[in-house]
């Protein structure tokens, strides 16, 4: 995914990016997206020979068995360069988004009810403003999307062992999307002592990602919570800036 998103550049084809999603053979657990502009134009699901230009939506998505990771944004340098209907993006869109993705991080841990996960992005993100659907977050396997523990009411309670997909998807009128969507696990102490011990590498790496995320984008994760991505929390909203991404504040 931070390949592919690099190398978004005006005068590039959809193809060419997609390309770099590919991963080694891994097979899929859903279509792969690399869209500029308007998705699904024509009912074309998959990558085309459509050329980027500046100034577009654009949209990333791969996903292999254990997770998916999803981006939109825009392919522009920064906001002066966005069309002036959607020249207040960042405060309209993209920020009180990534808020709430932060929060979500923050919040989930074992013990905690799906009902409450609900009524914490409720809180921050009005659905009535936002209109976000589905369900803010779900379980993850083989496949993408498995069922989901967070929805109004819900009583089923976050586990260790669980993967859970970020999936809270904005829908306001005449703005491109914002998503940093990616998955993360849950891991009591003996969970992860277990992983540390029989899968070293494995580890190493989650803990890099971690401190990352508590170090750099200043995320105060649950000590329970695992990253199984290396872009968890990191939104660039502005694709041809390579320099910039939102951090909490």
């Given at each position: 995914?931070?390949?592919?998103?690099?190398?978004?550049?005006?005068?590039?084809?959809?193809?060419?990016?997609?390309?770099?999603?590919?991963?080694?053979?891994?097979?899929n657990n859903v279509v792969m997206i690399a869209a500029t502009g308007d998705r699904f134009t024509n009912a074309c699901?998959?990558?085309?020979?459509?050329?980027?230009?500046?100034?577009?939506?654009?949209?990333?998505?791969v996903g292999y068995k254990g997770g998916l990771t999803s981006r939109a944004a825009w392919v522009v340098a920064s906001?002066?360069?966005?069309a002036e209907p959607v020249a207040d993006y960042l405060t309209r869109v993209a920020i009180p988004y990534y808020h709430?993705?932060?929060?979500?991080?923050?919040?989930?841990?074992?013990?905690?009810?799906?009902?409450?996960?609900?009524?914490?992005?409720?809180?921050?993100?009005?659905?009535?403003?936002?209109?976000?659907?589905?369900?803010?977050?779900?379980?993850?396997?083989?496949?993408?999307?498995?069922?989901?523990?967070?929805?109004?009411?819900?009583?089923?309670?976050?586990?260790?062992?669980?993967?859970?997909?970020?999936?809270?998807?904005?829908?306001?009128?005449?703005?491109?999307?914002?998503?940093?969507?990616?998955?993360?696990?849950?891991?009591?102490?003996?969970?992860?002592?277990?992983?540390?011990?029989?899968?070293?590498?494995?580890?190493?790496?989650?803990?890099?990602?971690?401190?990352?995320?508590?170090?750099?984008?200043?995320?105060?994760?649950?000590?329970?919570?695992?990253?199984?991505?290396?872009?968890?929390?990191?939104?660039?909203?502005?694709?041809?800036?390579?320099?910039?991404?939102?951090?909490?504040?």
């Amino acid at each position: 995914m931070l390949t592919a998103l690099n190398a978004v550049e005006p005068g590039r084809r959809e193809k060419e990016i997609g390309h770099l999603l590919a991963g080694w053979g891994q097979p899929n657990n859903v279509v792969m997206i690399a869209a500029t502009g308007d998705r699904f134009t024509n009912a074309c699901l998959y990558p085309t020979d459509k050329i980027i230009a500046r100034g577009d939506k654009f949209s990333l998505t791969v996903g292999y068995k254990g997770g998916l990771t999803s981006r939109a944004a825009w392919v522009v340098a920064s906001e002066n360069e966005l069309a002036e209907p959607v020249a207040d993006y960042l405060t309209r869109v993209a920020i009180p988004y990534y808020h709430t993705v932060v929060q979500w991080l923050e919040f989930i841990r074992p013990g905690v009810t799906g009902a409450e996960v609900y009524r914490l992005v409720e809180s921050v993100l009005p659905k009535d403003r936002w209109h976000w659907h589905l369900n803010p977050g779900h379980l993850v396997a083989d496949e993408e999307w498995l069922s989901s523990p967070i929805y109004p009411g819900s009583a089923a309670r976050l586990e260790s062992g669980m993967l859970l997909q970020i999936d809270i998807i904005l829908s306001v009128p005449g703005y491109g999307g914002c998503s940093i969507e990616d998955t993360v696990g849950l891991a009591d102490e003996a969970l992860r002592d277990e992983l540390a011990q029989d899968y070293t590498q494995v580890w190493a790496r989650m803990q890099a990602r971690r401190n990352y995320v508590t170090d750099v984008l200043k995320i105060d994760l649950p000590e329970e919570v695992i990253l199984l991505s290396n872009t968890v929390g990191y939104l660039r909203p502005f694709l041809l800036d390579k320099n910039k991404a939102v951090v909490k504040v």
